[in-house]
């Protein structure tokens, strides 16, 4: 897997770079004085929890590559006085309802390296990497009246932007109206990509494809055993994934909890027909996290924990709900195990289904990297994530939400018994130390990275067309 790669490679090149400060310092403290080797380490710990501990996996001065869809032309943007306009040519577009995103070549400053590049725009701002120099993509949606009127405010911190700047328009429209499927490996995928287009859509069904069983040391403190805590972590988050979209006006009938096991999906996907368990809960039938399904699905037959009744589940769900959305990972951005043979696993039930979807809806929980994306603070806005390696030409939409949809957001995820336990004592310091040296802030919602990454005024999402297919043989 190429992340699995990249963090190896990171932590290769860590280690590294560990032993020639630790050797300086050694031959410093023999040349000049014995404290100076313990004094340089606490420096030298202090930079590394400040500057250089996230997972950033390329070179900030590396251009992010976009290819946009050949009906997407780009626009010139009036650039004078801090501000940024249509051109008098494109005022008359009509851009209240587009996804709006700008290409800009940004060039850190040398405050940069040590602060966050952010630039103000409007009454939004964005987020880029420290050191960030070359092509980036701006999120202007929902500001498209300033943009044809008096023109959006622009200014940067620890950055300057060039002059050469370029606006492109999707004019994909939100699937409010049309009846929507959500495809959750996890039982908070749902909730982090699209709680803000899911609590404004009138029909929407989600489906969950695991329990979410493991890594369940949390509840071991409760005195139970590996086995015990991760039988009651998969009971709890498969009730997380039936109850806590209510929050968002989906009913509990129209969620669906398939009862997969975390992390062997993609063993499944290699031996179609073998049954794999959960690693750490002992359990092999799926049936018990169905039990308050609404639905009847193929595996509840034998329960067995199989891809091809994975596949049939899914094919299943495809003909009951019979979606003309489907919201789903991204096969190329993320790089969660789970997430792709999720995306894997849909696309071959699209093949046993008489029923298509009109549109993939693709979102990116995870990246391969870029752990911090969407970088920034909570409630901000989300520009595009890197992309080192040219992306399909997909369309974009972007979908925009107020202040209350924020908040009711940041209230779905805190109701997920995975994103409530405490942070480690390592990360608790290392967040004091970036909050007073890099000028870095969390919300005050809580100490999960998730609220910082999720809860923000954008939910991004790329579109792809697929060939029309309905399954008339269905019966109604």
Known sequence: MRKQRLLKRYRRNKRVAMVAVLTLLVMASIELSVWLLPFGLLLAWLAH?????????????????????????????????????????????????????????????????????????????????????????LNLTGQAEHLQGEGLAVHCGFCSIMPDVQLFAFNQSCPRTQSVLILAPHADDAELAAFGLYSSAEKVRIVTLTQGEIEARHYQRLGLGKTEAARLKGRLRCWDSLAIPLWGGVPQADCVQLGYYCMQLTAMAEQPEQAFGSKESGETDIRGARRFNAIDLPADADG???????????????????????????????????????????????????????????????????????MGDANTGVALPPALVELLADDLF???????????????????????????????????????????????????????????????FWVRELPPRRGDSIPD
């Not at 891809?307 to 589940?313: E, I, S």
């Not at 979908?399 to 018994?417: E, I, N, P, T, Y």
């Not at 004592?425 to 910082?452: C, M, S, V």
């Open 398 to 460: 972007s979908h925009v939400l107020d202040d209350q949809q924020q908040l009711d957001k940041a209230m779905a995820l805190l109701m997920h018994h995975d994103l409530q336990p405490p942070l480690p004592f390592k990360r608790q310091l290392r967040r004091h130390i970036q909050r007073l040296l890099a000028g870095r802030r969390w919300p005050k919602t809580g100490d999960n990275e998730y609220l910082r990454k999720a809860v923000r005024r954008h939910e991004l």
């Open 49 to 137: 929890e400040a500057w250089f501990a996230d997972h950033l996996f390329y070179s900030p001065s590396e251009d992010y590559r976009y290819r946009f869809p050949d009906h997407i032309e780009p626009i010139p943007l009036q650039t004078a006085g801090g501000f940024w306009r249509l051109e008098l040519s494109a005022a008359q577009l009509d851009l209240d309802q587009a996804t709006l995103v700008v290409q800009v070549q940004i060039r850190s400053s040398w405050l940069g390296l040590l602060f966050d590049p952010v630039i103000h725009i409007g009454n939004d701002r964005q987020t880029f990497e420290r050191g960030a120099r070359g092509v980036r993509y």
């Open 304 to 374: 067995l924990p199989t891809w091809n009744n994975l596949v049939a589940d899914l094919a299943a769900c495809l003909e009951h709900f019979r979606p003309d959305v489907v919201v789903m990972p991204h096969p190329e951005l993320d790089p969660h195990a789970d997430h792709v043979a999720s995306t894997r696993a849909f696309f071959q039930a699209m093949e046993q289904s008489a029923w298509q979807p009109e549109q993939l809806f693709l979102y990116a929980n995870h990246l391969h990297d870029n752990d911090r994306w969407p």
